[in-house]
């Protein structure tokens, strides 16, 4: 009989192909034998596989042959624990279970520390490490008194600098908006170029209300510090190049 035309893919499953059709679960390989049948080419495949099949049945089993996988089973090592922790593969996924520990950690001591506004807190100190002096307003007077220019001048209500800078000297300020929107001010001071911010504290998205928080909070980032409070619905921050170390003694003792 004329063999039917085949693919390249049918051939190739045909030269592996069960003696029984019972034993075909693939789809591709029943459509491949199904084509073939009758060939005389593949009956011929057929009774080579069908007779070498009962030759290998006709084959006894040595008795060494049982005794030896039995023999060869007992001699497997047992794993203990000891052995385990010195095998390289599983040291290798407990440092790794170890690390991915460590991380969850430290993202969780991280976020006890957040506060609202942490947001806003972070992206002015960005603004802060790319801002320089000469882009801000000249001014020569206290910190402290630029809450009435603020006022006067931007109509911005409780943007006062607190007491522990209020007696610092300024040399610049602005007033701009973020990219929310809301208006931000700006005062550069002469002492360790410090860089002070106030802006608007954040509020609750269903009530509208002022999410208040008490005392001093430090945020870090890239070798930026700030220390942020909260007042009137109003956040202040001191910025400098450094760390929340370095704002800390003049936050811990607030000037009458």
């Known amino acids: 009989m004329k063999a039917a035309p085949l693919s390249r893919q049918q051939q190739v499953l045909l030269k592996c192909a069960p003696i029984s059709e019972e034993l075909i679960n693939d789809r591709s390989m029943r459509a491949a034998v199904f084509r073939a049948k009758g060939t005389d080419e593949f009956a011929n495949q057929q009774g080579f596989d069908r007779a070498l099949a009962a030759l290998v049945q006709t084959i006894p089993i040595p008795s060494e042959v049982p005794e030896w996988f039995e023999g060869l089973a007992a001699a497997a090592p047992k794993w203990g624990w000891k052995k385990a922790i010195r095998n390289p593969a599983v040291g290798a996924v407990g440092i790794a279970f170890l690390v991915i520990a460590g991380v969850f950690i430290f993202q969780f001591i ?17 603004a802060a490490s790319s801002t320089r ?124």
């Not at 991280?110 to 960005?126: M, T, V």
């Not at 931007?154 to 208006?183: C, K, M, N, S, T």
Request: glycine share 10%; net charge neutral; aromatic share 12%.
């Open 110 to 126: 991280d976020h006890l520390r957040d506060f609202p506004g942490i947001g806003s807190a972070r992206k002015l100190l960005a």
């Open 133 to 256: 002096s000469v882009l801000l307003e000249p001014v020569s007077a206290d910190a402290g008194t630029l809450g009435d220019l603020f006022f006067m001048k931007h109509q911005l209500q409780h943007y006062d600098v607190p007491p522990e800078f209020a007696d610092f000297r300024a040399i610049g300020w602005r007033v701009f908006d973020d990219e929310d929107g809301r208006r931000v001010a700006q005062i550069w001071i002469v002492e360790k170029k410090i860089q002070l911010f106030l802006f608007p504290a954040e509020k609750d998205p269903k009530t509208g209300a002022v999410r208040e928080f008490s005392g001093w909070r430090y945020v870090e980032q890239e070798g930026w510090a700030g220390a942020v409070r909260e007042r009137n619905g109003v956040c202040f921050m001191a910025v400098l190049r450094g760390q929340g170390k370095d704002l800390a003694p003049y936050v811990s003792k607030p000037k009458e």
